[in-house]
Every structure is written in C-alpha cells, then in structure tokens.
C-alpha cells in the first residue's frame, strides 16, 4: 500500500532546517513497498535518508522517498570478525553506538557522523583515519525505473574521497536498502590513533590500552567540541572536502604559510584542511545575515534561524571565491546540493 503523502515541508528532514516543500513525500520501510511503487508507474524519485548531507535551494518536484528500512542481523562470522547486514534507514551513529555495546570494532572512529547508514556509501563516509571502504563488504539496492534488486561489491562501489559510483554516473539511479559491514571481534581490534586528536584526548584522560569504547567516547568528545548541534544551529557538519594539491604547490604555499597544516597522501599529493584556509580568509565565526561559519569550525557553515538554501549556497560561494584569490585552490562542497 502507498503511503504518498502531498505537500510536505522538509524542514524537520534535513539538519540544516531549511524550509522547502516536497510536492509529494513517502516513508519506505521495506525493498518491496519501492519495488511496488515502481510497479505502479512511479519513477521520478528524490532519495532522503538522514538530511544531514543535503542543502535544499528550492521545492522538490520529485517523489520523495524517506529511507526507513531498519534491521541489524549477523550474517556471517568467524573467529575474528563479523559481517553485519544494517537496514538502510537504520541511524548511522545509533549503529555505531549499538557495534561499541556488543564489541565489535572498525566503526568506533566514525562515532557521531550523522545520516543514515542506507548514505554512508553514498559518500564514503570518513572520519579520525578511517573510512567506509575500510570496513565495507556489499550493499543491496533497488533500481529505481526497473524495480531490480542489484548487490553492488566494494569494487562496483568504487569509493574515493567522499566519493563513490552513486554520486556520478548512478547518481539517483539506486535506493539502497541494506549494507554489509565486517568487523572486528574483542581480541583482534585493531585501535586506530593514527589522528593526533585522539591520542591528545585519551592522553587527558590518561588512557594508556585505550578500548574500542574509548575510541568512541574520544571522537564523540572531539567532534562535540567543534561542531554545532543542528537542532540549534542548522548546519551539515563539514560543508567542503578537504583540498587536495601537488607536493610541490604545497610546498610553494608553506614557504608563504609555515602553519600550513597538511596530511601528506600515498600517491605523493598533499591533503590540506578546508577549515584551515576559510579560517585564514577570515571566514569563522563570521556572519552574514542569517549565515554565518561556525565560531569553533571554519568548516562549518550554520543557519542562524531563518535562512534560505539560497542564503547558504551564496555564503560558501563566497567563501569558495576568497580561498581560490588567497590561495589558488578551488573548494568542493562535500554537501550535496539541490
């Protein structure tokens, strides 16, 4: 049975509160209520899970499909490891949380990254050394103009930073209903500090054999300290990927900028912090009508009460202008915009 709703505000749907319509709204709980839908002649779909990696900038047209599929099941295990199959719609720090509880690791250093797990791919969601590739087995989708379930493999997925097959060439093309994820058993851990953040706060609180709850309770302390609560300021955590330049251009600006901080990468290039060049142009903490970078995280940018999609969009335009004249280098939003 369709549950199609009509004229819906998507406000209470995305983290950075803005209020756009969606012409027509429907909660998916299961891969054959879409596949039913499909069957009924629908096809033009907008996919939602979490909200919190979407700037919305006008009204949805589209059919749009709330990801509510749930269900966490063990499918396969060994001596070490465990392969747990996560609805789509399942909350993503929830299922971290619920892995921590019953000791399984791998996920502990992407505590406290909003969105919905049935996303996670989407964006190779990353965080503190880690990865989603690093832990990923297989997701199950539907097509959705043929109704056809498809398994798509880590290499079908093809993930890169923040970034996976579904946002370019599938891009809209598949609702994914189910993802597998292998992780670790207590005995073989692997604890990751590889980000000096962390060693810092487990070296505050003096933990020396720090646990995969530890791990957790360090990045959610972390990532509480830097970015703001969405229900009071509307924001989609990290709004720019992190730059990536040549070794040499690096090494031009550090001659410029001796603070430059920068994450050297496997293929020789450099990671530069997005945060740390909007900081340096000025940007944090400043505001622009009802815009403004987040005072504690240039990368950040928050609604303020009222603003538009537009409002936001303009803001990182301008910020995206003011590091390419200051520095050369073009941001990416890592925020899908509508």
């Given at each position: 049975m369709?549950n199609?709703?009509?004229?819906?505000?998507?406000?209470?749907y995305?983290?950075?509160?803005?209020?756009?319509?969606?012409k027509?709204?429907?909660?998916?709980?299961?891969?054959?209520?879409?596949?039913?839908l499909?069957?009924d002649?629908?096809q033009d779909?907008f996919m939602?899970g979490?909200g919190?990696?979407?700037?919305?900038?006008?009204?949805?047209?589209q059919?749009v499909?709330?990801n509510?599929?749930l269900?966490?099941?063990i499918?396969d295990?060994?001596?070490a490891?465990v392969?747990?199959?996560?609805?789509?719609?399942?909350?993503?720090?929830?299922?971290?949380?619920?892995?921590?509880?019953?000791?399984?690791?791998g996920?502990?250093?992407l505590?406290?990254?909003?969105?919905?797990?049935?996303?996670?791919?989407?964006?190779?969601?990353?965080a503190?050394?880690?990865?989603l590739?690093?832990?990923?087995?297989?997701l199950?989708?539907?097509?959705t103009?043929t109704g056809?379930?498809?398994?798509?493999?880590?290499e079908d997925c093809a993930?890169?930073?923040r970034?996976?097959v579904f946002k370019?060439?599938l891009?809209?093309?598949?609702f994914?209903?189910?993802?597998?994820?292998?992780?670790?058993?207590?005995?073989?851990h692997?604890?990751?500090?590889?980000y000096g953040a962390i060693?810092?706060?487990?070296?505050e609180?003096?933990?020396?054999?720090?646990?995969i709850?530890?791990i957790?309770n360090?990045?959610?302390?972390?990532?509480?300290?830097?970015?703001p609560?969405p229900?009071?300021f509307?924001n989609?955590g990290s709004?720019f990927?992190?730059?990536?330049?040549s070794?040499?251009?690096f090494?031009?600006?550090?001659s410029f900028?001796p603070?430059?901080?920068?994450?050297p990468q496997?293929?020789?290039?450099v990671?530069?912090p997005?945060?740390?060049?909007i900081e340096?142009?000025?940007w944090?903490?400043?505001?622009?009508?009802n815009v403004?970078?987040y005072a504690h995280?240039?990368?950040?940018?928050v609604?303020?009460?009222?603003a538009?999609g537009?409002?936001?969009?303009?803001?990182?335009?301008?910020?995206i202008?003011s590091?390419?004249?200051?520095?050369?280098i073009?941001l990416?939003?890592?925020?899908?915009?509508m």
């Amino acid at each position: 049975m369709s549950n199609i709703q009509n004229n819906i505000s998507l406000k209470p749907y995305n983290t950075f509160g803005i209020d756009e319509m969606a012409k027509r709204f429907c909660t998916i709980q299961s891969a054959e209520q879409l596949q039913q839908l499909i069957t009924d002649g629908e096809q033009d779909f907008f996919m939602l899970g979490g909200g919190s990696n979407l700037l919305l900038t006008q009204p949805v047209e589209q059919l749009v499909l709330k990801n509510e599929i749930l269900g966490k099941e063990i499918v396969d295990e060994t001596d070490a490891t465990v392969t747990i199959a996560f609805g789509g719609g399942e909350n993503w720090h929830e299922s971290v949380l619920w892995a921590v509880e019953n000791n399984y690791g791998g996920i502990e250093n992407l505590s406290l990254i909003p969105g919905t797990v049935g996303a996670a791919p989407i964006q190779n969601i990353g965080a503190y050394g880690v990865e989603l590739k690093d832990i990923f087995v297989k997701l199950e989708a539907i097509h959705t103009e043929t109704g056809k379930q498809r398994i798509f493999t880590k290499e079908d997925c093809a993930f890169g930073y923040r970034n996976s097959v579904f946002k370019h060439e599938l891009k809209g093309q598949y609702f994914i209903t189910k993802v597998y994820l292998e992780l670790t058993k207590k005995g073989h851990h692997q604890i990751n500090t590889s980000y000096g953040a962390i060693a810092t706060v487990l070296e505050e609180n003096n933990i020396q054999n720090p646990t995969i709850q530890d791990i957790s309770n360090a990045v959610i302390q972390i990532r509480s300290s830097k970015l703001p609560d969405p229900k009071k300021f509307g924001n989609s955590g990290s709004f720019f990927k992190n730059p990536i330049i040549s070794k040499d251009y690096f090494e031009e600006m550090q001659s410029f900028f001796p603070s430059i901080v920068a994450y050297p990468q496997a293929d020789g290039n450099v990671k530069v912090p997005a945060g740390w060049l909007i900081e340096k142009c000025g940007w944090k903490g400043k505001m622009v009508g009802n815009v403004a970078c987040y005072a504690h995280q240039a990368l950040v940018i928050v609604n303020l009460g009222n603003a538009t999609g537009k409002e936001v969009l303009e803001h990182a335009k301008r910020i995206i202008d003011s590091v390419d004249n200051t520095f050369g280098i073009q941001l990416e939003p890592e925020v899908n915009i509508m």
